[in-house]
């Protein structure tokens, strides 16, 4: 199909002249492929349509003449490996996208999820393709693919050597993704991990992502009497659940976002001097972001950006008393909070563990991980009960590193004065294990559009981001070895 | 129906044996008219049912010569209203009770509800009779009666003049109770109201209720971004509504059950010597209590009777971030805490009202009684939704009070010192209805065991409460106007 005026999508930095040139003249290659995978159903529990993605992609990359291969683990989609032949004398660098997609709700959809539309937008630069996986990830896939045609067009060669890690069960929460990097783990040796997913600043403008935070999630639960008791009769004596968890919430966390759990912050790595730069040159949305969730005020005294970069305690939500229109008058048998730390380095999950622990015995409760007995309940004036829930570590490479330094020269041979470095993501990805499999750097290069409708109804992509992206992957594939020493 | 050994029920006070005899040679006559008010559904909602009830009543009642009418309002059950040729020489008490009872769910009951049916226990006082209402409060209405003829046996007249009032729909939340008793004001007309309903002490000692607490609802919420925010990109930045809330609740109330809000206390009438001789004198059950509720500690420095005294700030609900198995890992946009208010003289709700919101204004908050609009949450950094609930005042009539020493006196020659003097009800009953229509003293005498299950399946009552019951009555109405001067 071609698409009167999308040549005019961008002010293009010099360097990338003739890439830009190769994209203007083959959007319609480049959609038509884009479109043929969009079209197969991605669901990582879908297992046929997986199969038949996987296959497609092999096709695509045998296509560029990269040895490829599905990488199998027992009861898993297949992740898929592609290389070319390797110069020994370069770095060997693995960009990691997935291509399963969210499961989706369809009358939620303008149409049906797996048949890409494009809409036109009231500029030609907001112009979108909608479907099920367009950002995350599928754009990524086809733009690291277009991007080896577009450098190869120009006769220029990568300067790193290029694998492609592409896994199918991402959205699942990637339950096989440490298994696949343990048994693969020869195949998969690089020297650098970029994780190619999620969308870039809210200003629009391409950023590079320098770690992301880990995360531990707990359930905290205090009790009052074994049953509901009439508030009237019984108020004032039988210790209220609400009340002593409201209490003791108010001595984890105040309300603005500093964590009140003795030596919590101990751990944390202090930021360099290259990370307070970033955060200083970061564009300031926090008007705009302030307006469009509709808040007066907001916690801490940084600005987004910077209070990202700390660990947090999130209230995620809080019961008792029952749900339901009309509360009874009574004094509920319990109360539960949710929360959610995220993590920085070098904090650990298990160190937060124990931190609350300690805090909580140090404030004079009995804490047990299960429900009390009712020996213990009748001996133990305070009890909690404290169930946690799974986590992982943080994650985060330091931006005055060789490899990082690089990264970002050779990304500004694309997007120039505009690229946006954040020294961490505020959300939690399984980054840590390349870091951890590998002891090798991860650094996180997105593409696409912020407001993506990632994971919801009328998901997209603009197409302005792929071409951009597709000129950002290019530049780092020519550029990267050059300036990594 | 004959159950033998029911004689033996009780040691008795000297002054009623003939009352006594009299009972124990007609159990089975009260049994079987007890058993057929108990047959009939009652249900305030259940009208043709409700009409049956009273049709029985008003038989029941005019059997023994008094003149009985409905008492009717638009669309509500008829109270039954009925009293004997009154001499004008002795004062005038009006006996309430309710026939209506608590909707039931069949399935939990080990029978039908209204098949009353009479279960042995391991004891004679233990033998119970099962039924909706036995205890709450058709006992009373039955044993009320009864009481009439056991007097009437032993050749002496009542001491005061006795008016009988049965209500329908109290289960309900005595909807039309006001309207009944204003537009029926010259028929009620009485020196005293004496609340015939609910439990009796602990301890299963008879007891005299000298006033209940009011009690007000509010809901409050606190406001956090307009919609669920990602913890991780958000979290420590956007206001969380949870933490907000729990900041409030223990600014309002600590884990002592100590109301915080200023001035709260002001208004609270100061003890009596004889209400806090009345408590010292009280039989100590919180060791049993806290076994029974599997409690550990209790909140306040005085036992049960004393902090139920107080008023109370009882949390009864609080949510926020939704429910199901998995909480997302998300910030929610409000949190709720579901609070009652219970009143003593002379806290009304209209005070604490007031109270609340100047203390919330005083603490920086912005309040509104209704969702913020888009404009107050970009403008306000702390919002908070005030929903007030229903509520009534506290009534309380004084110890010391001449009638109040009467009551005692009277209650003792059936009780003896066994008799508990309660100067409150923890709980919230319409007694000030009474006490404003009239503008004269209300007193509570109620005759049910603790444990009857009262708005629960499997409703019961001991038949040793009722027969002391019957005594009761007979022993107030034989002497209650002797010693009221």
């Known amino acids: 199909m071609f698409l009167a005026g999308l040549a005019l999508y961008a002010q293009q930095p010099e360097s990338s002249s003739a890439v830009h040139s190769y994209i203007n003249q083959n959007q319609p290659m480049i959609l038509h492929e884009f479109e043929q995978l969009l079209a197969i159903p991605n669901i990582a529990s879908d297992t046929p349509n997986i199969e038949k993605n996987a296959a497609l992609l092999l096709q695509m990359l045998e296509k560029r003449g990269l040895k490829a ?25 693995t960009f990691y996208a997935h291509y399963d997609g969210q499961p989706v709700q369809k009358a939620d959809w303008k149409q049906d999820p797996w048949q890409p539309t494009i809409v036109p937008g009231a500029t030609i630069a ?38 492609f890690l592409f896994e199918g069960e991402e959205e699942a929460g990637s339950p096989h993704l440490e298994q696949i990097l343990s048994r693969y783990h020869e195949k998969l040796q690089s020297d650098l991990f970029v994780i190619c997913d999620g969308p870039i600043y809210q200003n629009g403008q391409p950023d590079l992502m320098f770690g992301s935070r880990g995360v531990v999630t707990v359930q905290i639960t205090a009790f009052g009497p074994n049953r509901p008791l009439h508030s009237g009769h019984y108020g004032n004596w039988a210790p209220n659940p609400i009340v002593e968890l409201a209490d ?6 105040n309300t603005e976002g500093e964590i009140l759990i003795p030596h919590f912050y101990d751990p944390v790595r202090p930021l360099s001097a290259l990370e307070k730069d970033a955060l200083q040159k970061l564009p300031d949305l926090d008007g705009q972001l302030k307006n469009d969730f509709a808040i007066g005020r907001t916690e801490g005294r940084g600005k987004l950006p910077e209070e990202i970069m700390k660990p947090g305690l999130n209230l995620d939500r809080i019961e008792g008393g029952g749900s339901g229109p009309n ?39 009995f804490v047990v991980d299960r429900p009390p007995t009712v020996t213990e309940r009748l001996q133990q004036a305070k009890i909690l009960q404290v169930r946690w829930g799974a986590g992982y570590p943080p994650q985060r490479t330091a931006l005055d590193a060789p490899v990082s330094q690089a990264f970002i020269r050779a990304a500004r041979t694309v997007a120039g004065d505009s690229l946006v470095l954040m020294p961490t993501l505020g959300g939690s990805t399984p ?44 530049g780092i594939y020519a550029h990267l070895g050059e300036f990594w020493r």
Request: proline share 7%.
């Open 69 to 93: 291969e599905l990488l199998r683990v027992e009861n898993a989609p297949p992740a898929i490996l592609a290389q070319g032949t390797a110069d020994p004398a370069l770095h060997t660098v």
């Open 126 to 163: 907001d112009q979108r393709i909608y479907a099920r996986s367009a950002s995350d990830d599928k754009a990524a896939i086809v733009g690291l693919i277009s991007a080896l045609d577009a450098l190869k067009s120009t006769n220029k060669r990568p300067s790193v050597n290029i694998k």
């Open 248 to 253: 003791l919430l108010t001595k984890l966390r």
């Open 327 to 365: 509360p009874a008058n009574a004094i509920p048998s319990s109360a539960t909070a949710y929360i959610d730390f995220r993590l920085v380095p070098n904090q650990t999950p298990a160190i937060v563990k124990q931190q609350l622990k300690a805090y909580l015995q140090q404030l004079g409760y």
């Open 431 to 474: 980054s840590f294990l390349f870091e951890q499999q590998f002891n090798q750097p991860v650094i996180g290069l997105p593409i696409a559009n912020f407001d993506n409708n990632q994971h919801a109804a009328n998901e997209n992509i603009k197409l302005e981001n792929l071409w951009r992206g597709i000129e950002l992957y290019s």
